[in-house]
């Protein structure tokens, strides 16, 4: 639901401009130089009006607290809030979530809460929702180990595919409750959540602790596919990746075929591959000419004859730097890809 323009928001926001950070590029290492005493940094992901932050804050005056909201005339309400209540630990950032490597220092961070963000529940708008396996690589840039994410949502759905992407991204998982007020209130609520409570709806919670975690080579197809998509495709139109990608009856080899990523053809392509040091690769199948989409492991360099037999199959490395694809048909490929080229 968009949310209606405030009148006077302007002179409105600077009346609170003392609690806005206008330089968080500037500021890596340093935000507790805003209150020395601090005993934690907090970070809310999408503010909104204010509720949660302006309670949390209140509660934990020891705590150091940042508000990021893009939409300012929901940042004017929680600014006021704040300063209403005479709250001298609480500051605003105006900006998106993936600049937070740009602002924190490594482990310059306690908590990060997430509270009823947007679900985002088609599944090529999957690596919008902030809790997609690469916010959560961005969160770990800025929390300290053993620091911990805090997530609230309305939304089953995302809240399944939350607890099971944490995990995944060394995230230990505790807490987890599909009914947090089901004996009554617990904690801070934000203005949503105390609508969703009212009406009866079950809020699902959830904590995160940040282990140590060497990033492992994905163990399922859609962990695979969609880490290959954002490696490779990151660049593609929505519109384009839906059309020709993602639209049944295509193939994520379609992002080369119809040109909408540079890459070698042919033989440049067997050349490149060719050429990669001998090593662990990672093959992955996709499409209606195999029984089962599936993962595996193998050895560069390939046999002469390994592709025979095969059809639309997907090679990587661990990181995904550089992609070599099989297809069925002759006339397309093989196609080699580094990504960002």
């Given at each position: 639901?968009r949310m209606r323009k405030k009148k006077n928001l302007i002179p409105r926001m600077e009346?609170?401009?003392?609690?806005?950070?206008?330089?968080?590029?500037?500021?890596?290492?340093?935000?507790?130089?805003?209150?020395?005493?601090?005993?934690?940094?907090?970070?809310?992901?999408?503010?909104?009006?204010?509720?949660?932050?302006?309670?949390?804050?209140?509660?934990?005056?020891?705590?150091?607290?940042?508000?990021?909201?893009?939409?300012?005339?929901?940042?004017?309400?929680?600014?006021?809030?704040?300063?209403?209540?005479?709250?001298?630990?609480?500051?605003?950032?105006?900006?998106?979530?993936?600049?937070?490597?740009?602002?924190?220092?490594?482990?310059?961070?306690?908590?990060?809460?997430?509270?009823?963000?947007d679900p985002w529940p088609s599944g090529r708008h999957a690596k919008r929702r902030l809790?997609?396996?690469?916010?959560?690589?961005?969160?770990?840039?800025?929390?300290?180990?053993?620091?911990?994410?805090?997530?609230?949502?309305?939304?089953?759905?995302?809240?399944?595919?939350?607890?099971?992407?944490?995990?995944?991204?060394?995230?230990?998982?505790?807490?987890?409750?599909?009914?947090?007020?089901?004996?009554?209130?617990?904690?801070?609520?934000?203005?949503?959540?105390?609508?969703?409570?009212?009406?009866?709806?079950?809020?699902n919670r959830c904590v995160g602790t940040m282990t140590e975690w060497d990033a492992p080579?994905?163990?399922?197809?859609?962990?695979?596919?969609?880490?290959?998509?954002?490696?490779?495709?990151?660049?593609?139109?929505?519109?384009?990746?839906?059309?020709?990608?993602?639209?049944?009856?295509?193939?994520?080899?379609?992002?080369?075929?119809?040109?909408?990523?540079?890459?070698?053809?042919?033989?440049?392509?067997?050349?490149?591959?060719?050429?990669?040091?001998?090593?662990?690769?990672?093959?992955?199948?996709?499409?209606?000419?195999?029984?089962?989409?599936?993962?595996?492991?193998?050895?560069?360099?390939?046999?002469?004859?390994?592709?025979?037999?095969?059809?639309?199959?997907?090679?990587?490395?661990?990181?995904?730097?550089?992609?070599?694809?099989?297809?069925?048909?002759?006339?397309?490929?093989?196609?080699?890809?580094?990504?960002?080229?």
């Amino acid at each position: 639901m968009r949310m209606r323009k405030k009148k006077n928001l302007i002179p409105r926001m600077e009346r609170c401009a003392d609690r806005l950070i206008r330089d968080p590029y500037d500021r890596p290492g340093h935000w507790r130089d805003l209150m020395p005493q601090a005993r934690e940094v907090h970070l809310e992901l999408g503010c909104g009006k204010g509720r949660f932050t302006a309670g949390t804050a209140a509660a934990q005056p020891e705590v150091l607290f940042l508000a990021v909201e893009m939409v300012p005339d929901a940042m004017v309400v929680a600014m006021e809030r704040c300063v209403s209540a005479g709250l001298s630990n609480v500051w605003f950032i105006s900006a998106n979530a993936d600049q937070l490597p740009y602002f924190f220092a490594p482990g310059e961070v306690d908590r990060i809460y997430i509270n009823f963000c947007d679900p985002w529940p088609s599944g090529r708008h999957a690596k919008r929702r902030l809790t997609h396996g690469n916010f959560l690589k961005l969160y770990r840039q800025v929390l300290k180990m053993g620091g911990q994410i805090h997530f609230k949502t309305d939304n089953q759905p995302l809240f399944e595919f939350s607890v099971e992407e944490l995990p995944q991204f060394g995230f230990a998982l505790s807490e987890v409750t599909r009914n947090l007020h089901e004996n009554g209130p617990v904690g801070v609520m934000t203005d949503y959540e105390a609508k969703f409570y009212g009406l009866g709806q079950p809020i699902n919670r959830c904590v995160g602790t940040m282990t140590e975690w060497d990033a492992p080579f994905p163990t399922t197809f859609r962990a695979v596919k969609n880490q290959w998509l954002d490696a490779f495709a990151g660049d593609v139109s929505e519109a384009d990746l839906g059309k020709h990608v993602l639209a049944e009856g295509n193939y994520l080899w379609h992002i080369f075929s119809w040109k909408l990523v540079p890459c070698l053809e042919g033989g440049g392509a067997r050349d490149a591959l060719a050429a990669l040091p001998a090593g662990k690769a990672y093959l992955f199948y996709v499409g209606k000419w195999n029984d089962l989409p599936y993962v595996k492991p193998v050895e560069l360099p390939l046999a002469a004859n390994f592709f025979e037999d095969l059809h639309d199959v997907y090679l990587v490395d661990k990181d995904f730097t550089w992609t070599y694809v099989h297809t069925h048909e002759e006339a397309c490929g093989p196609y080699f890809c580094r990504a960002g080229t």
